[in-house]
């Protein structure tokens, strides 16, 4: 069984609780909901004020290079134990952290608080070292390919994630890890830290989805200022996207897409494979990498398409900064698309965390505990969980929609919104139809 974002306790809901739900009223009246306030907002002159204000200034306790190293240093060792440890991915820590803590708990914990990877950013102290060390203090021309590195890094990403055969393995996770982490330490040691934020994916979309959050720090030097605002607020001091930024962007969205797409008894029986009786990975290798490609391409046409239709028709609407009404849809849907994953998985890294050499040991202080899927199955919880992927979802896209319709731009008349809008209306019914369907996850 895979331990990856498409393993059996992944992100998928048991059809056996959702499906007795009456999730086509929900998506109804999420769709309804979305077309009602993009209409109302584009009729509208005055739109919500989103300031931010000052919560506190103080010092910073530990600098970025300390806490880069320490990071760096758990890397090393979560490495160690991907080599050289358990081989049950359920009880390696290289396979549980890697999966559930980053992937996972650092991007929802971004969207609350703020960039929480930039701390822990295992590149910035070793970078930063190893400059001094060899006295550079120029770049190698890497800041003229844009986020171009980036896309073809998450690009690579996504396929091991969602297409390799064997993106659970321990030993497979760390090497991989190991030579990503080895790529882009040359690099950015040629080109200088700063370029992280630009050419390394990791950094670059943990950086955008934080930026819907209500609290987040502005560092100054020697100093951090808490800041506090409506989500998004700081999408709307953002640069505009540039061309290479807007195609990282789809790929996010595309990726989480057909993540939750592929699992289902529809994409099942398009590439002729019973849901009924899984295959596994190795089978559909080409039909789900032809697939991936093939929502990328359909996702970055339709909302280029839909941004210049809108411009077109009533003005206004630049691409760059449009898109940026996006971060906060890639936001929701990692969070609504990963919960389950968390709730599951989750217990595995924190007894894998309390007991890390099965010796029986309490190293979290934590009592004996068995881990349980038993709540996936109560209809109780189960709807509970639904709605609060219903409420990540539905509240993403009105923040998109009011993200667009503050970015789109003084000269946009009303009518320009309307693609828009019908593009925000699928795209929720999309996202809601990929938790509420039958699946085979």
Same mark, same amino acid.
């Given at each position: ?62 600098? #970025?290079?300390?806490?880069?190293? &320490?990071? /760096? $240093?758990?890397? =090393? ?5 991907? *080599?050289?440890? @358990? ?79 064997y993106p659970d393995d321990p030993a497979v996770l760390a090497q ?19 370029? #992280?934020?630009?050419?390394?994916? &990791?950094? /670059? $979309?943990?950086? =955008? ?5 209500? *609290?987040?720090? @502005? ?44 699992e289902t008894f529809w994409w099942q029986a398009l590439i002729g ?125 009105l923040l998109a929609v009011l993200l667009g319709l503050k970015l ?34």
């Amino acid at each position: 069984m895979l331990l990856t974002p498409g393993l059996a306790f992944a992100c998928a809901l048991p059809p056996s609780v959702i499906l007795t739900l009456p999730t086509g009223h929900y998506i109804t009246a999420a769709a309804l909901t979305v077309a009602l306030t993009a209409l109302m907002g584009a009729a509208a002159h005055r739109l919500p004020v989103m300031a931010a204000r000052l919560v506190w200034e103080r010092r910073v306790l530990l600098p #970025l290079a300390l806490t880069s190293y &320490l990071a /760096f $240093l758990a890397f =090393l060792g979560l490495v160690f134990v991907g *080599l050289f440890g @358990e081989r049950d991915p359920m009880h390696n820590l290289m396979t549980l952290v890697f999966w559930t803590g980053v992937w996972i708990v650092v991007p929802l914990g971004s969207m609350l608080l703020g960039n929480l990877w930039r701390p822990i950013n295992p590149w910035t102290g070793p970078v930063r070292i190893a400059r001094t060390l060899l006295g550079r203090t120029r770049g190698i021309g890497l800041a003229r390919l844009g986020h171009w590195p980036a896309v073809l890094g998450y690009a690579g990403f996504a396929w091991f994630q969602m297409i390799s055969l064997y993106p659970d393995d321990p030993a497979v996770l760390a090497q991989v890890a190991l030579g990503y982490w080895l790529a882009i330490f040359v690099l950015a040691t040629l080109e200088g830290e700063d370029w #992280l934020e630009q050419g390394e994916f &990791l950094t /670059f $979309l943990f950086t =955008l989805i934080a930026k819907v959050a209500p *609290l987040w720090h @502005e560092p100054d030097g020697a100093k951090t200022r808490l800041m506090l605002g409506w989500p998004g607020t700081q999408v709307l001091a953002m640069r505009q996207l540039t061309p290479s930024a807007v195609v990282f962007v789809s790929l996010a969205l595309a990726t989480l897409t057909f993540d939750g797409l592929n699992e289902t008894f529809w994409w099942q029986a398009l590439i002729g494979q019973n849901p009924l009786e899984p295959v596994g990975r190795s089978a559909v290798v080409w039909q789900n990498t032809a697939g991936l490609l093939a929502v990328w391409v359909l996702t970055l046409t339709l909302i280029l398409g839909t941004i210049t239709l809108g411009r077109r028709i009533g003005g206004g609407f630049t691409t760059g900064p449009v898109m940026l009404s996006f971060l906060a849809i890639a936001a929701g849907y990692h969070a609504a698309h990963y919960l389950v994953m968390l709730l599951t998985a989750g217990q595995y890294t924190l007894a894998a965390l309390n007991d890390p050499f099965l010796t029986g040991d309490s190293w979290l202080g934590l009592p004996p505990f068995y881990v349980s899927f038993g709540f996936l199955t109560d209809p109780r919880v189960m709807p509970l969980i639904y709605a609060a992927q219903f409420a990540a979802i539905l509240g993403a896209h009105l923040l998109a929609v009011l993200l667009g319709l503050k970015l789109a731009g003084q000269g946009a008349r009303p009518v320009a919104h309307l693609p828009m809008t019908v593009l925000m209306v699928a795209y929720t019914v999309l996202g809601l139809w990929l938790l509420s369907t039958a699946r085979t996850g």
